[in-house]
């Protein structure tokens, strides 16, 4: 790696442009011992965080991120995010949207330590599932959050 700081834009690029060929260039932009953490994976280094993303590819259609916003504070940063995707065992047709966050903290040389994503799994992603989804409706719905 340079002594030169990755620039944020480029994380958000590799992030928008991210493919399945391009999961192998995750070292450009993570450390070897990085943590990554969402609501479903708690995992640490590099080939576990590839992994996550391989899987994402494996099992969903066209998937991808949009950026939507940033902040950096030093080696602190938070983006906000869409996550666009289509369910390859039902509804094909019909892309899902996940909106979310991601705070990153960078090392010295601009890549990333940690990993962690913020978003709603009951809202963003088992509402919209078959079965699933109405059960969580109808939990939202007596609990008065709906």
């Not at 442009?17 to 993570?30: D, M």
């Not at 708690?42 to 991120?65: E, K, N, T």
């Not at 938070?78 to 094909?92: G, V």
């Amino acid at each position: 790696m340079s002594d030169t700081p990755i620039p944020l834009q480029s994380i958000v690029d590799f992030f928008e442009t991210l493919t399945p060929a391009s999961v192998v260039r995750c070292g450009e932009f993570y450390t070897p011992d990085a943590r990554f953490k969402d609501p479903f994976k708690d995992v640490q280094g590099l080939p576990a965080i590839q992994g996550i993303y391989s899987h994402m590819f494996d099992a969903l259609d066209a998937p991808r991120f949009v950026v939507l916003e940033r902040i950096s504070n030093g080696p602190q940063c938070f983006l906000t995010w869409d996550f666009q995707f289509r369910f390859k065992s039902f509804s094909p047709t019909v892309t899902q949207t996940i909106h979310g966050g991601s705070h990153l903290q960078l090392g010295p040389d601009g890549r990333i330590t940690l990993h962690r994503d913020y978003w709603d799994a009951a809202e963003e992603l088992y509402e919209k599932l078959p079965v699933v989804g109405g059960l969580m409706r109808w939990l939202k719905h007596r609990v008065g959050t709906g």
